[in-house]
């Protein structure tokens, strides 16, 4: 399932934000909660996503994986987007080119009115056949309803253009285990699908941004 949607995604790479969304909704209503699956953490694999975003940056890839980089950049970014106390803990090795991390905000009052704080889990790895980098993020949300119906998954994908230097491709995927069933899952992951766009668009807007005044 993930497959065919990654490859209808990218056989209509020019479809609206919009039509995008409609497609999440559908792989999302499409995954099937067995029984023994609910209250427990579900892995990667068995998430189905579907690309949110593709765009070239003005930016190389060493400047926009600045980003993950726990530095100064990542919390000027992560606090425009509404993220506030933000923190993440240091990369440390899990096994061969694969390093790992968390962290931690709080959303601000313009993103959710229930003040909730959210976790991750971060994982990155470079790209075995092109020079970019590969991040998988699990998200888990507190103190907002139904928080603890779901995990958010998102995966990151950033490499070189050759062809334009000084610039990178960057492909986000966006997929939602559903840890319990509910009858509002259409409507939840419209909802959280266009905060994570929105807040998406203002974080790469400061990279490009940080990167022209350096």
Known sequence: MLNRTIMALWKARSLTPEQKVQIVEEESEG?????????????????????????????????????FGGGELERKAMDRAGCLSYSSSPWESEKADVHERQTYYRFDRRISRYRGEVTSTQQKLPLSDRNGWLIEEVVTLHGIPIGDYFNLHLRYQVEDLPSRPNCCQVRVYFGIAWLKSTRNQKRITKNILVN???????????????FIAR
């Open 196 to 210: 994570v766009l929105d807040r998406l668009k203002v974080t790469l807007a400061v990279v490009e941004k940080e």
């Open 31 to 67: 995954k099937s909660l067995q029984p023994e699956e609910s209250g427990s953490f579900l892995g990667l694999e068995d998430v189905s996503m579907s690309e949110v975003y593709s765009a070239a940056l003005p930016v190389p890839t060493s400047f926009f994986m600045e980003l």
